[in-house]
């Protein structure tokens, strides 16, 4: 809660210029707004009436930049959102965003005075909100034991289980990982760090599971406690939080995940995370949907662990390139790949195709005659199929550096 010197300058202020004045964390939550000044949007007034703003409206805000604001701007109106426009004045402490300082500004009308008086007010209100952070800061201290339990140092995953058993927090036998991820986040990396500590902090009171988790850059690692009888399975809960980080988001990033297998002890949530992060790799390549799970990542996850200056075409099995050689339309490697994905059913691979299965006997001879391979011999079988999957990773890992720098 504000003190009574910081809700003294925002009363103040409104006062001052008849106009609405709230002053939001930097995760655009309430924290103290003005009496009414008869110009409050829908937006304004559920945000109070609610203690807090709906997810697609915080997210269209912090998508403005608004966290890395120095000085006072405009958020746009929104007619979809049912918001007007409103003047924003980061406060800042040493270079740190504290609170977001709003004043409503429907017309535009604010006078470059008006504009000095809300700046200097939002400066003065920096002092007091300092104390704020602290607390904040302080209730963040689980994030460094939850990374300290999953970390590399022996040591260190020891103190943090003693710290978190003391305060009956420790994972129980049976816990599983999971790692939330928003990929490439680059300059939307602070947006995308709240965005993530909000989903985190939004399941439903009646949730009888019980998790630890810790955010750490554009990154969450969830410890979630075997599910309770009739309570939904992680994977659910995971997608909630993917899905609101989606809403926060407002369209500047995505966000994938990734869940790890259950470990017989909590020391072990080690390997539990590094599995939740491979399967998040997947789900960032779109091999596999946006939460997805080490059990259902069959070669996918030994591939991923490989460097990909070490997982390259040049590395893939020669019966690959002998197929590939043979097949510059790609109709044979799309037939090979459905017959062996089917485990050489030829009917199920035909009807995969849309094809009759004279046709698709018709192309695995083709096969043979081009390039020798018989795709009856079980080391053939494993050497495409384990090829084309790998195909498959440097074609995603190539596709996602050609987005990240424009040119797909």
């Not at 969830?222 to 599910?227: E, F, G, S, V, Y």
């Not at 490989?306 to 002998?322: C, K």
């Not at 994905?341 to 030829?346: L, R």
């Amino acid at each position: 809660m504000l003190g009574d010197a910081a809700t003294t300058l925002i009363d103040r202020l409104a006062d001052e210029l008849s106009r609405s004045v709230v002053i939001d964390d930097p995760a655009v939550q309430v924290l103290y707004a003005s009496a009414h000044y008869g110009d409050a949007d829908e937006t304004r007034v559920a945000a109070v009436l609610n203690r807090g703003a709906e997810p697609r409206i915080r997210g269209y805000v912090l998508s403005q930049g608004v966290l890395t604001w120095t000085r006072a701007g405009i958020i746009p109106a929104s007619e979809e959102l049912g918001m007007h426009a409103r003047v924003c004045v980061p406060v800042r402490w040493e270079g740190r965003l504290l609170a977001l300082l709003m004043v409503m500004d429907a017309d535009g009308s604010l006078t470059t005075g008006e504009l000095g008086r809300i700046t200097e007010v939002a400066d003065r209100l920096a002092l007091p909100l300092l104390d704020l952070a602290r607390t904040a800061d302080a209730a963040h201290e689980d994030d460094r034991r939850v990374l300290d339990l999953v970390g590399d140092d022996p040591a260190a995953r020891s103190r943090a289980a003693a710290a978190l058993a003391a305060t009956g927090r420790a994972p129980r036998p049976g816990a599983v990982a999971a790692v939330v991820a928003v990929p490439g986040a680059g300059e939307d990396g602070e947006h995308a760090r709240i965005a993530l500590r909000t989903a985190l902090s939004g399941r439903r009171p009646d949730d009888p599971c019980g998790w630890l988790t810790a955010v750490t850059g554009s990154t969450a690692v969830l410890l979630a406690d075997p599910p309770a009888a009739g309570a939904e399975d992680l994977p659910g809960r995971v997608h909630r939080v993917v899905d609101r980080v989606a809403e926060l988001a407002h369209g500047r990033f995505r966000c994938v995940a990734g869940i790890g297998g259950s470990v017989a002890a909590p020391e072990l949530l080690t390997g539990s995370v590094a599995q939740a992060r491979t399967a998040c790799a997947a789900a960032e390549l779109g091999l596999r949907p946006p939460v997805a799970r080490w059990s259902e990542l069959g070669a996918l996850g030994p591939l991923l662990a490989v460097p990909p200056d070490h997982l390259t075409e040049e590395t893939l099995p020669a019966e690959v390139h002998r197929l590939r050689a043979a097949d510059p339309d790609g109709r044979l490697v799309a037939t090979v790949r459905a017959y062996l994905d089917e485990a050489g059913n030829g009917p199920a691979a035909a009807a995969r195709l849309h094809i009759h299965r004279t046709s698709l006997y018709y192309r695995l001879d083709r096969v043979a005659r081009l390039t020798g391979l018989d795709v009856s011999d079980g080391a053939t079988r494993l050497a495409l199929h384990l090829g084309l999957t790998a195909l498959d990773v440097i074609g995603a890992r190539a596709h996602l550096r050609q987005s990240e720098h424009g040119t797909a």
